[in-house]
């Protein structure tokens, strides 16, 4: 197949429903029971492709439906007659990982898919013990999948698929070497799909080329998301127990009608409710555990002002319908630079003036002042006078 590039901002074609892919029937019940209901655009362009078995590269910002395409064509093309691993997908966190097994297992449940994810920071006789047993999708960070490989604890006879999520982050942590390592380890006819946030720039694109054979390109125009215009402040503390403490504070400082909260795990999510409910604030949480009609009526709270607070996690698609409103916290400070513009320049999109705060403890300076630089902003310390900012 000759190489070939589709733009999905030029093509006019709908596709209305997940229906329209003949999927595996149990594997529609999966994604109907998660709620989603019809395709993303970059979803409507991008996973036939991906369930073709030919390489691919899919170029779309965070939270465009990315990974629910990839995860989606894993799951089509399973043979679930065989118990071995068939489909390795590397990503640059813990957390990120984790995320997606828990997501595997969400809309692939009623395949009875197994799948393991594998990180640094736990015992690796963990992960040999649970790979010997039989896994279909192995999720991990790419020093312990590389570590596995090297020490044949799976059998990768049975791989098929080979997914790089971000591809674009994990080269910028250092990964490039550990990646073409992993990639001489697996079958050379195997099927490699690529995920990006950023455009393919001639680095990135010598990198790809050497991995991938003749890669179909999904791209989309990147989205004009400044950060112009948004009031940008962090709060710091100790230590994660004082966090709770200060916001309280500011609820009481700023005298705000409705604000959104980003934690970063959904245990932080349930937690965080749970201390705001027993100072009497109501709360609605968005959460990717909710199918559609959960999800409406979430957003149907916060929409109508029932709900003073949305507390809500990253990777949840398709909230363009949630009401744009100030200010967006921080509870946990995004991992990487992507995700703090996607939480808050997107508040800029519509003319409006916005205010960011982020929480951050001694630890995660380094981290802010990454995101300072990535973006090339300046982001000040809050001031006492809090209330002058609404």
Not at 124 to 135: A, P, Q
Not at 211 to 232: A, F
Not at 330 to 357: H, M, Q, S, T, W
Request: charged share 25%.
């Amino acid at each position: 197949m000759s190489s070939s590039e589709i733009n999905v901002n030029h093509l006019l074609e709908t596709i209305e429903s997940f229906d329209q892919f003949d999927l595996h029937h149990v594997l529609l019940r999966g994604i109907h029971d998660h709620g989603l209901k019809h395709p993303l655009h970059i979803q409507q362009r991008a996973l036939k492709s991906c369930m073709s078995g030919h390489d691919v590269i899919v170029q779309a910002q965070a939270g465009l439906g990315k990974t629910t395409t990839y995860i989606i064509a894993v799951l089509q093309q399973l043979d679930m007659s065989c118990n071995g691993c068939q489909a390795i997908i590397l990503m640059s966190k813990r957390i990120s990982v984790q995320e997606i097994e828990k997501r595997i297992l969400a809309l692939g449940k009623h395949l009875n898919v197994t799948c393991h994810a594998c990180f640094g920071g736990r015992s690796i006789d963990e992960d040999v013990k649970r790979l010997d047993g039989g896994v279909q999708v192995v999720v991990g960070t790419p020093g312990r999948i590389y570590d596995l490989l090297e020490r044949s604890t799976f059998c990768t006879e049975n791989v098929k698929m080979f997914v790089l999520d971000d591809f674009d982050e994990l080269l910028s942590m250092g990964y490039r070497d550990q990646i073409e390592d992993i990639s001489a380890m697996l079958p050379a006819n195997l099927q490699i799909i690529v995920t990006l946030s950023s455009p393919i720039l001639p680095d990135l694109l010598e990198i790809t080329n050497k991995l991938m054979s003749n890669p179909v390109k999904i791209l989309t125009e990147i989205e004009d998301r400044t950060l112009e215009g948004i009031r940008q402040f962090y709060v710091l503390v100790e230590d994660e127990e004082m966090k709770f403490e200060k916001l309280c504070q500011l609820f009481d400082g700023l005298k705000m009608t409705q604000s959104v909260i980003y934690c970063n795990t959904l245990e932080k999510v349930k937690w965080l409710n749970e201390k705001l409910r027993t100072h009497h604030l109501t709360v609605s949480i968005l959460d990717f555990k909710m199918d559609a009609a959960q999800r409406d009526n979430c957003i149907r709270e916060f929409r109508t002002g029932a709900s003073r607070i949305l507390l809500r996690l990253d990777r949840l698609e398709n909230d363009a319908d949630i009401p744009q409103v100030s200010p967006i916290i921080n509870y946990d400070l995004p991992i990487d630079c992507e995700k703090y513009v996607r939480r808050v320049g997107r508040r800029g999109r519509f003319g409006r003036n916005g205010l960011a705060i982020n929480f951050i403890t001694i630890d995660e300076r380094s981290l802010l002042r990454r995101i300072e630089q990535r973006n090339g902003i300046k982001i000040e310390e809050l001031p006492a006078d809090v209330a002058s900012l609404i």
